[in-house]
């Protein structure tokens, strides 16, 4: 199984809006209320906030490919368009996502690390991020990764306020 990993343009929305859907449904369509959760699609992953996220020279996305097929995307912030800290010493990884069928062949593991040489490159002090605090799954990969807890704040889905765990690594 050959992994390409590559930055993507607005020319990728329409497979942007699709792998983001799928992704976001796959890991949260169990534990929450469909209701919610088709709020939150129709908003977050629609055309005009994809295109506007895609046209923000603070925010990079980045899909993983195998044979051509898009599995799993990467979605990162700096500056001001982080959604909490905007710290300029630090970037966000707001978005790891990977298809069910391809959990468990380390696809989420190079898309983090893509994240950290970028992290690297632009000599930032951290990386931080949110992460439900009923995504275990998640929750577990970056603890694993060396993510440490250190706040918490509301994210909302569809109409339901939801707890996410902010955590951070220090480079």
């Not at 977050?44 to 923000?56: D, P, Q, R, T």
């Not at 989420?108 to 632009?122: C, D, W």
Request: net charge negative; glycine share 4%; charged share 25%.
């Amino acid at each position: 199984m050959e992994l390409l990993i590559r930055k993507i343009n607005i020319d990728h929305l329409t497979q942007l809006q699709k792998i983001g859907k799928t992704t976001f449904t796959e890991t949260f369509s169990e534990l929450n209320a469909k209701e919610d959760l088709d709020k939150y699609l129709e908003e977050s992953f629609s055309i005009e906030k994809l295109s506007a996220e895609l046209n923000n020279s603070n925010s990079s996305f980045y899909f993983a490919e195998v044979e051509d097929n898009v599995v799993g995307y990467l979605k990162i912030n700096f500056g001001a368009s982080q959604t909490e800290l905007k710290d300029n010493e630090a970037f966000e990884i707001e978005r790891i996502y990977v298809l069910q069928a391809f959990h468990g062949k380390k696809i989420g593991q190079a898309l983090y690390e893509k994240a950290i040489s970028i992290a690297k490159e632009m000599k930032v002090n951290y990386l931080w991020l949110g992460v439900w605090e009923q995504n275990h799954r998640a929750l577990q990969f970056y603890k694993k990764n060396g993510f440490v807890p250190f706040d918490t704040h509301i994210f909302k889905l569809g109409n339901d306020e939801q707890t996410d765990i902010m955590m951070k690594l220090v480079l």
